[in-house]
């Protein structure tokens, strides 16, 4: 009972099924008087009109007309087995009619006016429901005029036990259906809860079962997209933790041989000068390790995101490519810029900055002398602002270039080059950071790195 009292869906199915129920109870209530109601409109209207025409034919006419016209109208077979007649005189005595007795004490009384009433009567020896109108007349006198009720207290009977049966059946069907809505939505439940069973037990690969287009079936895709970015970031996590474990131990174990080499020797001023000054060398590349990953982590957790203002990329590109114009030139490379003004993103100038510096180290860096460097920003498809480097260096295999963005990882070719691989990720966390993406296109020969950002709205 607790768990039923817990339960959504059994909350649902009570809800469905009140309902159902009121609204059964409802549409027997309108069909009920629509048709009963009917009915008896129509017998009153009946009845109202024939004492009508009974009073207008005597009216001003001796007393013996009304009484000759009453008998008349029981004589001539027409509808005599529901009409009802009754002529009394003043003293109640009944002069003419097809009662054998009335509720005397339940009509109105002669001095009162007409009413309608129902009641019991007793015509031909037999009781029945009746629905009479009284009338009274001048002399003190009063005509009674009636129709009996028993054809449509059966019909009132049939309908009412129709409309019994027809409930029933609904409410059987309400409940029936509440039962299989309830099934319905426990078993696509309990396929969200397995999922979920599996992931905390520690195997993050099952993902929820989807059918259909429904609600259900768009709240498994949503949980099977959070699925895959936390099974993706976990992911990472290992390789980041096997990377760093991996790239501190050699610089730390360089670190400790020089230390302990200069500690084993006879001390001196110059070989401990030299011994420290190796040391922090060693040190500030593990910080500026560290601090490139603090780098990665800061946009892709989006704190910086409410420091995003209206930006132009096109100004951007022209301050970072003049920035490294030198550098490539030192290198033998041409550095060329494009850089149309007006091209409005919004995001964190700084780290945007960094990561087109970025784009342009590992090009100057990988391209080799006598490359050909291209930065350019402008329109790409789709409505996207796009910020590239061209290069027409070795480019990177297609088959590697979904790698190159993860944190440490470094291509065969480069690894006795400078660096820790952190050049790449920290471009794309930068782009997803500002709803966009980096994308690695064949240059043929060369490579394209492209920044692709969502243009600023027109305010």
């Known amino acids: 009972m607790i768990r039923l009292r817990a339960s959504i869906a059994a909350k649902l199915v009570l809800g ?32 109202v009109l024939q004492s009508d025409r009974l009073l207008a034919r005597a009216n001003g006419l001796p007393h013996g007309v009304l009484l000759a016209e009453v008998r008349r109208q029981l004589d001539d077979g027409v509808d005599s087995d529901r009409e009802i007649f009754q002529l009394v005189a003043a003293d109640g005595t009944p002069l003419a009619g097809n009662l054998d007795a009335w509720p005397k004490s339940g009509l109105p009384s002669p001095g009162t006016g007409p009413g309608l009433v129902s009641a019991m009567v007793v015509r031909q020896g037999h009781p029945t429901p009746a629905r009479i109108y009284l009338r009274p007349l001048g002399d003190g006198g009063a005509l009674i005029v009636g129709r009996d009720l028993s054809e ?41 809860r397995r999922t979920a069973a599996q992931i905390e037990a520690g195997d993050l690969s099952p993902r929820i079962p989807v059918t ?25 996590i290992r390789h980041v933790s096997n990377a760093i474990a991996h790239d ?13 080499e200069v500690v084993r020797r006879e001390a001196s001023v110059p070989r401990l000068t030299a011994a420290a000054r190796d040391a922090i060398e060693d040190i500030d590349d593990l910080i500026r ?35 490294y114009e030198a550098s490539a030139e030192d290198s033998g ?20 900055a960094s990561a087109v510096a970025s784009l342009l180290d590992n090009a100057i860096k990988y391209a080799g002398p006598g490359a050909s460097l291209r930065l350019r920003a402008g329109l790409y498809h789709g409505g ?50 500002h709803g966009g993406e980096l994308v690695l296109e064949d240059a043929a020969p060369g490579l394209v790195a492209r920044i692709l950002l969502p243009l600023a709205p027109q305010s």
């Open 16 to 47: 469905y099924g009140l309902l159902g129920t009121a609204s059964i109870v409802l549409v027997s209530a309108v069909f009920y008087r629509g048709t009963v109601g009917v009915l008896d409109r129509d017998i009153d209207g009946r009845i």
């Open 152 to 192: 449509q207290e059966a019909v009132r009977e049939v309908i009412w036990h129709a409309l019994l049966a027809g409930a029933a059946v609904s409410l059987l069907l309400t409940v029936g259906g509440a039962l299989l809505f309830r099934r319905a939505i426990e078993r696509r439940l309990s396929a969200i």
């Open 212 to 236: 259909g287009h429904d609600e259900f079936a768009l709240l498994g895709r949503d949980i099977n997209r959070m699925l895959d970015r936390i099974e993706l970031l976990m992911e990472g």
């Open 248 to 260: 501190l131990r050699t610089p730390l174990g360089r670190i400790r041989g020089r230390l302990d």
């Open 289 to 323: 390790l560290f601090e490139r990953l603090l780098q990665i982590a800061e946009a892709e957790s989006g704190v910086r995101s409410r420091l995003f203002e209206r930006l132009d990329l096109g100004h951007i590109a022209s301050d970072i490519g003049e920035m």
């Open 333 to 352: 490379l041409r550095l060329t810029v494009d850089a149309p003004e007006h091209l409005y993103v919004d995001g964190d100038r700084n780290l945007l």
């Open 384 to 433: 996207l602002a796009s910020i590239a480097v061209h290069d027409n260096g070795p480019g990177i295999p297609e088959q590697e270039r979904g790698k190159v963005t993860q944190r440490f990882y470094r291509l065969d070719d480069s690894r006795h080059l400078p660096g820790n691989g952190l050049g790449l990720a920290i471009v794309s966390a930068t782009a997803l950071a």
